[in-house]
């Protein structure tokens, strides 16, 4: 056999060596029992004497070769793999991201509410925190001696004899009436303030949204009709409703709207003071005399209006049982909305 | 307000449950609380909403429920003993103020046997939670339960001059009323008094001089009508709360008074015996009440209802209102005199739809006209959290109301301006804040002591300021950060803390994504950075000092804050956006690494290479920035990158190297810098 031939080939083989198993199998064809150096030595014997001797050095020669260039050939594959390996992922691994901050749960219910409105028609507007006693208290009907305007009530400024900080969103009605012609579709979120001593339920703090309609023929079964609009789409298609008379001075016929306790379904629970319901929000139609005091003729427009606390609908969406929560600001509270 | 089951039943003949009648009350407005069994009876307490000064009475729900129930309503007529006239021992009444009691009346009844109460009675008014005494004074507390009209017994052996005069109380004057607390009074109170001194609080408690014991023989029978708002501030002043002042500050009915007083004696003649002797009364016996034409039109348009006139009208009638029906259309209704809140056709309006029952009324939608609108401020506040949220931080709420101390310990020293609450309950609520920093570094200073690694936290609230006539109401926008930004590379961990570069950046990231081009950020990082938005200041961003820190307990790390006005931002807002081509020809990036003298300003570095650069030179920015090993002490090591591109061709190598290469020179001569 002719050992520079021999040469060629074995350079195509080496080649060819992708993985371990390659290897193995072109070692085999060389250097295994049954391989091509045993067949060259074996064939040794049948060449003349003077042949022997060089021929069994190159054969010898070649096989030391053989050996270099398979351990070169296996130190390259385990180079590779160990590359592989580096490369290697696993997907159980943290995610890498840049972390996200929180909405507060109380905008997130302004903004619910708000866009529930909006959809219906609805725009937002805002007033100021800090009041006229008149827009606060006698625009929507409050009589001069009636007990909201108690210091024990409202919070006054010093100072500043006829101001007063807002002690519910409805001074914006008055407001938005005196500076604009109905049709009206409003609802006005914001702080509100009462001298309240804290505790688990009660703030000096906290957040309304007033909201109300205004045009020719506005009527009570429209306030039913809108405000259970809004309730399903809060608390879900499945609860019960009720509307319940009550008494606001700057509305009349007044109401309470009531929804079936979203925490025991109606069965009565700490939640719901055994009722079984939940007050969620207080409207009726808007009086005569507050229209007189914005320049509107009651006798040509109505509308609704109503108010709800936001604390308390976040309270009752999301199962927090302490108001004073969601002003302590703790990240391991805001995390989780 | 508490009433029971049975003591409803002498009024109306109810067929339905207690639970069922609880469920009845409710829905017309007078919410039932709690419905209690008491021994064969049923307790109900009810809610009565202020307007309804009638109801705080059996009577007056009895009237509701027969209404409701469409049962007639049993009113006993009480009837005037007759008197002879040498029975009558005089009494001398005055009344200094027709305004603050417009209506006084006064029974004498003599021979009386004071003692305990029959059982009957006793059962009453312990249901209700009212202590008996004796047969007197329980007889005076069971009217007050059934009519709603408050009445007082005085032992008239007591009042040796029988003499009342109903007045003012003199400054420092003092009683001791029945509980026998010493009150000292002042001329805002009104009392019932003898010829020398106070007798009784008006309407609120009596005095225990003249108190009715199981001595008492005879007695002098108080039915009067007092000014509402003088019993409640009366009340408030003492810190006394009575069954008596709950009804009187409320308005209790002008001619229910003389029925009261004609009840309780008939009631005492009965159980105590002895013989009435007289009455004296002074002022307004029949109250003023309107007649309000009710168009059954109008009912149904502010209802949504089909409501018949007959109907309204029956409703009407059962709630006790005399109804009158003065067309097909129109009904003329007579207020009665416990009815003071009906002044309106609306207020009927109310009547009939709420016992024609709210849940009969239809639900429908009413056509909404939706206005013009623009994204309103709103809607832009809502981009703006969103962007920040995107950026890490979290939003807080935290209260306007700010106890002054907070303020001093933010370093914050204002004499002027501050508004002040008149009536804070605790200090906590002593002043409107000036601004929202100082709120948040204390929301930040929390969650640190709660073991928070990093506090991002940002604020949009309104800040408030006292001007000489009004006060200044300014929305701002917070931010507070403090802590380690920790985050996974492909190499792992990586740690980086916060600083003013951060606060920076988040503010940058801000101001770009609103549309807003010109801004910048001007100052010593020692002291306040302004914020500039197209040249004009809008907010500052620092450092907290470290006595500052101490102030509020941190320690060992850095808080960066900033305050941004608002209104300024928001007028610069432009979420307009115009498309630019996208480059057709490419560009030349040349990168110049070196070292530079830290007291250089980068900005003002950017700014020479910008202006020697142009016009070939699209954009130059730092790439890389270093300072450690390597860099020599007051330096850093700098690598700014530049990008040469004209819109209309390619750019050879040989027009950008002569600009670059004085770009190169320009820095090494003005700046000082050392090529690496």
Same mark, same amino acid.
């Given at each position: /056999?002719?050992?520079?031939?021999?040469?060629?080939?074995?350079?195509?083989?080496?080649?060819?060596?992708?993985?371990?198993?390659?290897?193995?199998?072109?070692?085999?064809?060389?250097?295994?029992?049954?391989?091509?150096?045993?067949?060259?030595?074996?064939?040794?014997?049948?060449?003349?004497?003077?042949?022997?001797?060089?021929?069994?050095?190159?054969?010898?020669?070649?096989?030391?070769?053989?050996?270099?260039?398979?351990?070169?050939?296996?130190?390259?594959?385990?180079?590779?793999?160990?590359?592989?390996?580096?490369?290697?992922?696993?997907?159980?691994?943290?995610?890498?991201?840049?972390?996200?901050?929180?909405?507060?749960?109380?905008?997130?219910?302004?903004?619910?509410? =708000?866009?529930?409105?909006?959809?219906?028609?609805?725009?937002?507007?805002?007033?100021?925190?800090?009041?006229?006693?008149?827009?606060?208290?006698?625009?929507?009907?409050?009589?001069?001696?009636?007990?909201?305007?108690?210091?024990?009530?409202?919070?006054?400024?010093?100072?500043?004899?006829?101001?007063?900080?807002?002690?519910?969103?409805?001074?914006?009605?008055?407001?938005?009436?005196?500076?604009?012609?109905?049709?009206?579709?409003?609802?006005?979120?914001?702080?509100?303030?009462?001298?309240?001593?804290?505790?688990?339920?009660?703030?000096?703090?906290?957040?309304?949204?007033?909201?109300?309609?205004?045009?020719?023929?506005?009527?009570?079964?429209?306030?039913?009709?809108?405000?259970?609009?809004?309730?399903?789409?809060?608390?879900?298609?499945?609860?019960?409703?009720?509307?319940?008379?009550?008494?606001?001075?700057?509305?009349?016929?007044?109401?309470?709207?009531?929804?079936?306790?979203?925490?025991?379904?109606?069965?009565? =629970?700490?939640?719901?003071?055994?009722?079984?319901?939940?007050?969620?929000?207080?409207?009726? /139609?808007?009086?005569?005399?507050?229209?007189?005091?914005?320049?509107?003729?009651?006798?040509?427009?109505?509308?609704?209006?109503?108010?709800?606390?936001?604390?308390?609908?976040?309270?009752?969406?999301?199962?927090?049982?302490?108001?004073?929560?969601?002003?302590?600001?703790?990240?391991?509270?805001?995390?989780?909305? | 307000?508490?009433?029971?089951?049975?003591?409803?039943?002498?009024?109306?003949?109810?067929?339905?449950?207690?639970?069922?009648?609880?469920?009845?009350?409710?829905?017309?407005?007078?919410?039932?609380?709690?419905?209690?069994?008491?021994?064969?009876?049923?307790?109900?307490?009810?809610?009565?909403?202020?307007?309804?000064?009638?109801?705080?009475?059996?009577?007056?729900?009895?009237?509701?429920?027969?209404?409701?129930?469409?049962?007639?309503?049993?009113?006993?007529?009480?009837?005037?003993?007759?008197?002879?006239?040498?029975?009558?021992?005089?009494?001398?009444?005055?009344?200094?103020?027709?305004?603050?009691?417009?209506?006084?009346?006064?029974?004498?009844?003599?021979?009386?046997?004071?003692?305990?109460?029959?059982?009957?009675?006793?059962?009453?008014?312990?249901?209700?939670?009212?202590?008996?005494?004796?047969?007197?004074?329980?007889?005076?507390?069971?009217?007050?339960?059934?009519?709603?009209?408050?009445?007082?017994?005085?032992?008239?052996?007591?009042?040796?001059?029988?003499?009342?005069?109903?007045?003012?109380?003199?400054?420092?004057?003092?009683?001791?009323?029945?509980?026998?607390?010493?009150?000292?009074?002042?001329?805002?109170?009104?009392?019932?008094?003898?010829?020398?001194?106070?007798?009784?609080?008006?309407?609120?408690?009596?005095?225990?001089?003249?108190?009715?014991?199981?001595?008492?023989?005879?007695?002098?029978?108080?039915?009067?009508?007092?000014?509402?708002?003088?019993?409640?501030?009366?009340?408030?002043?003492?810190?006394?709360?009575?069954?008596?002042?709950?009804?009187?500050?409320?308005?209790?009915?002008?001619?229910?008074?003389?029925?009261?007083?004609?009840?309780?004696?008939?009631?005492?003649?009965?159980?105590?015996?002895?013989?009435?002797?007289?009455?004296?009364?002074?002022?307004?016996?029949?109250?003023?009440?309107?007649?309000?034409?009710?168009?059954?039109?109008?009912?149904?348009?502010?209802?949504?209802?089909?409501?018949?006139?007959?109907?309204?009208?029956?409703?009407?009638?059962?709630?006790?209102?005399?109804?009158?029906?003065?067309?097909?259309?129109?009904?003329?209704?007579?207020?009665?005199?416990?009815?003071?809140?009906?002044?309106?056709?609306?207020?009927?309006?109310?009547?009939?739809?709420?016992?024609?029952?709210?849940?009969?009324?239809?639900?429908?939608?009413?056509?909404?006209?939706?206005?013009?609108?623009?994204?309103?401020?709103?809607?832009?506040?809502?981009?703006?959290?969103?962007?920040?949220?995107?950026?890490?931080?979290?939003?807080?709420?935290?209260?306007?109301?700010?106890?002054?101390?907070?303020?001093?310990?933010?370093?914050?020293?204002?004499?002027?301006?501050?508004?002040?609450?008149?009536?804070?309950?605790?200090?906590?609520?002593?002043?409107?804040?000036?601004?929202?920093?100082?709120?948040?570094?204390?929301?930040?200073?929390?969650?640190?002591?709660?073991?928070?690694?990093?506090?991002?936290?940002?604020?949009?609230?309104?800040?408030?300021?006292?001007?000489?006539?009004?006060?200044?109401?300014?929305?701002?926008?917070?931010?507070?950060?403090?802590?380690?930004?920790?985050?996974?590379?492909?190499?792992?961990?990586?740690?980086?803390?916060?600083?003013?570069?951060?606060?920076?950046?988040?503010?940058?990231?801000?101001?770009?994504?609103?549309?807003?081009?010109?801004?910048?950020?001007?100052?010593?990082?020692?002291?306040?950075?302004?914020?500039?938005?197209?040249?004009?200041?809008?907010?500052?961003?620092?450092?907290?000092?470290?006595?500052?820190?101490?102030?509020?307990?941190?320690?060992?790390?850095?808080?960066?804050?900033?305050?941004?006005?608002?209104?300024?931002?928001?007028?610069?807002?432009?979420?307009?956006?115009?498309?630019?081509?996208?480059?057709?020809?490419?560009?030349?990036?040349?990168?110049?690494?070196?070292?530079?003298?830290?007291?250089?300003?980068?900005?003002?570095?950017?700014?020479?290479?910008?202006?020697?650069?142009?016009?070939?030179?699209?954009?130059?920015?730092?790439?890389?920035?270093?300072?450690?090993?390597?860099?020599?002490?007051?330096?850093?090591?700098?690598?700014?990158?530049?990008?040469?591109?004209?819109?209309?061709?390619?750019?050879?190598?040989?027009?950008?190297?002569?600009?670059?290469?004085?770009?190169?020179?320009?820095?090494?001569?003005?700046?000082?810098?050392?090529?690496?």
């Amino acid at each position: /056999m002719d050992l520079n031939s021999l040469q060629t080939q074995i350079d195509t083989d080496l080649a060819k060596i992708t993985s371990a198993q390659t290897l193995e199998e072109v070692r085999l064809k060389y250097l295994g029992r049954k391989g091509l150096i045993a067949e060259l030595t074996g064939s040794i014997p049948g060449l003349p004497p003077e042949e022997r001797g060089t021929f069994g050095k190159e054969v010898n020669a070649l096989k030391n070769k053989l050996l270099g260039l398979f351990e070169e050939k296996e130190k390259a594959l385990n180079a590779q793999a160990k590359v592989l390996t580096k490369d290697k992922l696993d997907i159980g691994m943290p995610g890498i991201a840049q972390e996200l901050g929180h909405i507060h749960p109380i905008s997130r219910i302004v903004d619910e509410i =708000c866009t529930i409105f909006n959809r219906m028609g609805f725009s937002v507007v805002q007033g100021p925190e800090v009041e006229t006693e008149y827009n606060n208290f006698t625009g929507l009907n409050i009589p001069l001696e009636h007990p909201s305007r108690d210091a024990f009530d409202t919070f006054y400024l010093k100072n500043y004899s006829k101001l007063l900080l807002r002690s519910h969103t409805s001074p914006v009605q008055v407001r938005a009436m005196k500076t604009q012609k109905p049709p009206l579709a409003i609802v006005v979120p914001g702080r509100v303030y009462r001298p309240d001593a804290v505790d688990a339920s009660h703030l000096f703090m906290f957040h309304q949204i007033e909201g109300f309609l205004v045009d020719e023929n506005i009527r009570f079964s429209d306030l039913k009709g809108i405000l259970e609009l809004f309730a399903r789409s809060v608390f879900g298609e499945d609860i019960k409703m009720r509307f319940r008379p009550h008494f606001f001075p700057f509305t009349e016929p007044s109401v309470e709207v009531d929804i079936s306790c979203i925490i025991c379904k109606g069965q009565g =629970c700490s939640v719901c003071g055994r009722k079984g319901w939940l007050e969620i929000l207080g409207a009726g /139609m808007i009086h005569p005399n507050v229209f007189k005091h914005v320049g509107y003729d009651p006798a040509i427009y109505t509308g609704f209006a109503f108010g709800m606390g936001v604390e308390r609908i976040a309270m009752l969406k999301y199962g927090i049982n302490d108001i004073r929560l969601f002003f302590e600001n703790d990240l391991r509270f805001l995390k989780q909305f | 307000m508490k009433v029971t089951y049975n003591w409803l039943k002498n009024f109306v003949d109810l067929k339905i449950s207690p639970k069922e009648l609880a469920e009845k009350l409710t829905m017309a407005g007078l919410e039932v609380v709690g419905l209690e069994k008491a021994g064969d009876d049923f307790v109900l307490e009810v809610e009565i909403t202020s307007n309804r000064p009638d109801w705080l009475s059996v009577l007056g729900i009895a009237r509701e429920v027969s209404a409701l129930t469409g049962l007639k309503l049993k009113t006993t007529g009480f009837k005037e003993p007759k008197i002879k006239p040498k029975d009558f021992s005089p009494i001398k009444i005055s009344v200094a103020s027709k305004q603050d009691c417009p209506f006084y009346s006064a029974r004498i009844m003599s021979g009386l046997a004071v003692g305990p109460s029959p059982e009957w009675l006793k059962n009453r008014l312990e249901a209700l939670g009212c202590r008996t005494v004796n047969n007197i004074v329980d007889i005076t507390n069971y009217c007050l339960f059934e009519l709603g009209q408050p009445l007082h017994a005085f032992d008239l052996d007591k009042l040796p001059q029988k003499e009342i005069r109903v007045r003012r109380a003199k400054p420092e004057e003092k009683i001791i009323t029945i509980d026998g607390q010493t009150r000292l009074l002042n001329p805002e109170i009104l009392v019932i008094a003898d010829t020398h001194h106070p007798i009784a609080i008006a309407g609120i408690m009596g005095g225990r001089e003249t108190e009715v014991t199981f001595k008492t023989r005879n007695i002098l029978l108080e039915s009067a009508v007092f000014n509402p708002v003088l019993v409640r501030r009366a009340k408030q002043k003492l810190g006394l709360q009575s069954e008596s002042a709950y009804r009187f500050e409320r308005g209790v009915d002008l001619e229910g008074a003389r029925q009261a007083s004609r009840a309780a004696q008939e009631l005492i003649l009965k159980l105590a015996s002895g013989k009435a002797c007289g009455s004296k009364s002074l002022g307004a016996t029949k109250a003023i009440t309107p007649a309000i034409n009710l168009e059954i039109a109008y009912l149904n348009k502010l209802l949504g209802t089909a409501i018949s006139g007959p109907k309204a009208k029956q409703i009407l009638s059962r709630l006790g209102l005399a109804v009158k029906t003065k067309s097909r259309n129109i009904l003329t209704v007579k207020v009665p005199s416990f009815r003071q809140d009906l002044r309106l056709p609306v207020d009927l309006v109310e009547e009939v739809a709420r016992i024609y029952g709210y849940e009969q009324i239809p639900q429908t939608l009413p056509a909404v006209k939706p206005g013009r609108k623009a994204p309103d401020d709103r809607d832009l506040i809502a981009v703006m959290k969103n962007i920040l949220c995107g950026l890490g931080l979290s939003e807080a709420i935290t209260y306007s109301l700010i106890d002054r101390h907070l303020l001093k310990q933010s370093g914050i020293n204002i004499d002027t301006g501050l508004v002040e609450i008149a009536n804070p309950l605790s200090r906590e609520q002593e002043i409107l804040r000036p601004g929202l920093l100082p709120s948040l570094t204390r929301a930040l200073a929390y969650n640190l002591d709660q073991q928070q690694e990093k506090v991002c936290i940002f604020e949009i609230a309104c800040a408030f300021s006292g001007q000489p006539a009004a006060v200044a109401e300014k929305p701002l926008l917070g931010i507070a950060l403090c802590g380690v930004n920790t985050f996974f590379t492909k190499h792992g961990l990586a740690k980086d803390e916060i600083t003013l570069l951060h606060l920076k950046g988040i503010l940058e990231t801000l101001f770009v994504r609103l549309g807003i081009k010109d801004f910048d950020f001007a100052g010593q990082p020692d002291n306040k950075i302004n914020i500039m938005i197209n040249q004009k200041p809008a907010g500052f961003l620092l450092k907290l000092a470290p006595q500052i820190l101490g102030a509020f307990d941190i320690k060992n790390r850095q808080v960066v804050l900033a305050q941004v006005n608002l209104e300024r931002l928001l007028k610069e807002v432009n979420l307009a956006r115009k498309f630019l081509d996208i480059p057709k020809y490419p560009a030349i990036t040349r990168d110049i690494s070196f070292l530079i003298n830290e007291d250089v300003s980068v900005k003002e570095l950017l700014g020479a290479i910008q202006a020697k650069g142009a016009p070939l030179l699209n954009q130059a920015k730092i790439v890389d920035y270093y300072r450690g090993k390597q860099i020599p002490l007051g330096f850093r090591g700098l690598t700014v990158s530049c990008l040469y591109r004209q819109d209309n061709r390619t750019l050879t190598e040989d027009e950008v190297s002569p600009v670059h290469n004085s770009i190169c020179s320009l820095l090494t001569e003005r700046f000082g810098i050392k090529l690496r």
